[in-house]
């Protein structure tokens, strides 16, 4: 996907999302660190620009409510930030870069229960790579992007990385088919 791709992409997930919630009204936007908190605020921008509502934005970190810490080279926390109005009520779109597994996701669900009570929870992604081991569906995607297990999904965005938006496929080392840089490319 080229810079222009993902562009598009975002845009129509901000449409979908509007669309499904019947305006902005009680939307909160959780991005999962590191990426999904760019796409998150990215998402709340166009929202704006849309239905001129200020959709608050924040980032939950999910660490420590991943069931593969022992599988994985460690990762330090990062910090969760939820907006002041808090997460009871709201309806909450979790936002990430890459689904695969689902296995970050299930992790997140765990955090945000932690966190309060939303009145819904649902899914954006910029990229659903297919492979999943839980039975969990993304709610709006960017782009369906078949994969083998032995690819990588590499997402890189303006703001977090040098380089600009893109995502492309790599080949990639897997261990048991997971793959070889975790918190990195999927």
């Not at 808090?86 to 997140?108: E, F, M």
Request: proline share 6%; no cysteine; net charge neutral.
């Amino acid at each position: 996907m080229s810079e222009a791709d993902v562009s598009r992409a975002l845009r129509r997930i901000a449409h979908e999302i509007v669309e499904r919630n019947k305006g902005a009204d009680d939307l909160l936007l959780l991005g999962i660190p590191t990426r999904g908190v760019e796409l998150a605020r990215r998402l709340a921008a166009l929202l704006h620009e849309m239905e001129g509502a200020d959709v608050p934005v924040g980032e939950l970190d999910i660490t420590m409510f991943r069931d593969d810490l022992r599988h994985q080279p460690t990762r330090a926390p990062m910090p969760t930030r939820i907006p002041a109005a808090g997460v009871d009520d709201r309806v909450v779109v979790l936002v990430d870069d890459v689904l695969y597994s689902g296995r970050t996701i299930r992790a997140a669900l765990d955090a945000l229960a932690d966190l309060g009570r939303p009145r819904a929870v649902r899914l954006a992604v910029l990229v659903d790579r297919g492979h999943r081991e839980l039975p969990i569906r993304a709610d709006h995607v960017g782009k369906n992007l078949p994969t083998a297990h032995t690819e990588r999904v590499m997402v890189r965005l303006a703001g977090v990385d040098e380089a600009g938006d893109s995502v492309t496929i790599a080949a990639g080392e897997t261990r048991a088919g997971r793959p070889s840089t975790p918190g990195g490319p999927r």
